[in-house]
């Protein structure tokens, strides 16, 4: 498709009428927005036509990359035959319902139903009130105030902004009663002299001293990502989901996932949760379920939340427009079955996520600049540090990482910047040469970083 403007009038048109996610909009308007023009496979060409590798997949979301046929069909073929219809008045689809009955064969047998959204952002919402709903059918209404992590990230709507734990956008009118938060389970800046299965403890446990602080009988739910996405990719230590449950359990208090990025293969298990080893009573889903062709998100519920809220509750006063919306639900059944009958998640687990991991960890070991290595599957993150022994990080990290990010562009390469933190998560149909290409991009865009700072 040939392109109706230039970049620079796409940029000056981009610059009059939107509000970008997460910048300073004055700066992006001087500076002017990439403009991506065009997708296939790991890779993107902007206006101009340069390519770049997407090591992001997207946000997390193009499990399948750009330009997968059978998605495109699918939807389609539901635009011709069923455009929209909602699941208000008594009413139903064979999309949704297909949908549902393919998601369930490859969830773990404890969860029995789903509230499908638009986003993970409403799939939280749905959960704030889901799970204080719950309580209240159950007798006890107290039970409503939800503990997050600090450095978490649940969503952009105001429930889901309120149960993360970023303070800048708390601040930006973002906080709201009956939500608390704890530390970030982030070993190399907060584990000190502890080791990574001590550290893990103390943190897990953190939420014992919150919850004995709030007092058992008022706390609804700990609501957490298995591994923290936007807050820098970061991976518990093994000892932590383990005790974390634990103190679920014996304080009768919800454990729920936000698998919204962790979901669908990244980790090489098809949910993240079941990499780390713990049974969540809720999951968030969104992003891989739709390999982000078109918006879809949804909350699944253990069999046991589930008959509480069917059979004990009446009217769930709840609903949204385009709750299981049959284009969406298409596209989903069209990728959760490429998912799983090319057995990419399979592929993901035993060939390309170890070889990545590998690759990253053989590539970065030595560098000055680099003092860990976190990840799992085809998520990974690279820890920047001023001094590796002591795991000292830059005072500036933050501008930093974002100027290694900005040389990952220039290099033909997007991956992502969080403080301290480059972060990957190419599509989990990468090849060996594609990671190839995706690490020796980031070693590029990391040396140059660290000759700007004299470290090479």
């Known amino acids: 498709m040939t392109a109706k403007h230039t970049t620079k009038e796409y940029q000056a048109l981009d610059a009059a009428h939107h509000i970008h996610a997460f910048l300073d909009q004055k700066a992006l308007n001087a500076q002017g927005a990439l403009v991506i023009a065009k997708g296939q496979g790991l890779n993107l060409w902007d206006n101009d036509g340069k390519r770049y590798l997407d090591g992001m997949s997207g946000l997390w979301c193009t499990a399948l990359g750009y330009g997968r046929a059978d998605l495109n069909a ?49 799939a939280n919402e749905v959960l704030i009130r889901s799970v204080r709903r719950y309580w209240q059918i159950l007798g006890q209404p107290r039970k409503k ?86 807050g820098g990719m970061i991976f518990p230590p093994a000892s932590y989901w383990a005790e974390i449950q634990r103190i679920c359990r014996q304080y009768d208090v919800l454990l729920c996932a936000d698998e919204v990025i962790g979901g669908f293969g990244r980790t090489g298990e098809w949910f993240a949760h079941q990499h780390f080893g713990f049974q969540p009573d809720t999951l968030t889903i969104a992003k891989g379920l739709t390999s982000g062709y078109i918006p879809m998100g949804g909350l699944v519920f253990s069999a046991r939340m589930a008959e509480v809220l ?30 799983r009958d090319e057995k990419i998640v399979e592929t993901v687990k035993n060939d390309t996520g170890p070889y990545l991991q590998n690759l990253l960890r053989d590539t970065f070991a030595a560098h000055p600049l680099i003092g860990e290595v976190q990840g799992a599957g085809l998520v990974a993150a690279l820890q920047f540090t001023e001094d590796k022994a002591t795991r000292k990080r830059f005072a500036n990290e933050n501008d930093i990482a974002w100027h290694c990010r900005t040389v990952g562009f220039d290099e033909g390469l997007i991956i992502r910047s969080t403080l301290g933190r480059m972060i990957m998560a190419p599509a989990l149909v990468a090849s060996h040469a594609e990671l190839d290409e995706l690490v020796e991009k980031t070693r590029r865009a990391v040396d140059r970083t660290a000759k700007e700072l004299g470290l090479l």
Not at 81 to 107: A, C, D, G, K, Q
Not at 174 to 179: I, N, T, W
Not at 188 to 205: I, P, T, V
């Open 74 to 122: 699918a939807a389609t073929r539901q635009l011709e035959e069923l455009p929209y219809y909602n699941l208000f008045f008594h009413t139903t689809h064979p999309r949704v319902i297909e949908l549902s009955e393919l998601l369930f064969s490859l969830l773990p047998a404890h969860y029995s139903h789903a509230i499908y959204t638009n986003s993970g952002s409403e």
């Open 145 to 230: 105030v939800m503990i997050g992590r600090w450095n978490g990230y649940h969503g952009s709507t105001l429930g889901s902004t309120a149960l993360g734990g970023m303070g800048f956008m708390h601040e930006m009118g973002g906080m709201l009663p009956d939500f608390a938060h704890i530390g970030e389970p982030y070993w190399f800046a907060e584990g000190g002299d502890l080791s990574e299965e001590a550290f893990g403890l103390k943190a897990a446990r953190e939420l014992e001293a919150k919850i004995l602080e709030l007092g058992a009988e008022n706390v609804a739910a700990f609501v957490a990502e298995p591994f923290q996405g936007a």
């Open 310 to 339: 069917v059979q004990q509750g009446g009217v769930f006063a709840h609903g949204l427009t385009y709750s299981g919306h049959p284009v969406a639900a298409a596209v989903a059944i069209a990728n959760l079955t490429a998912l």
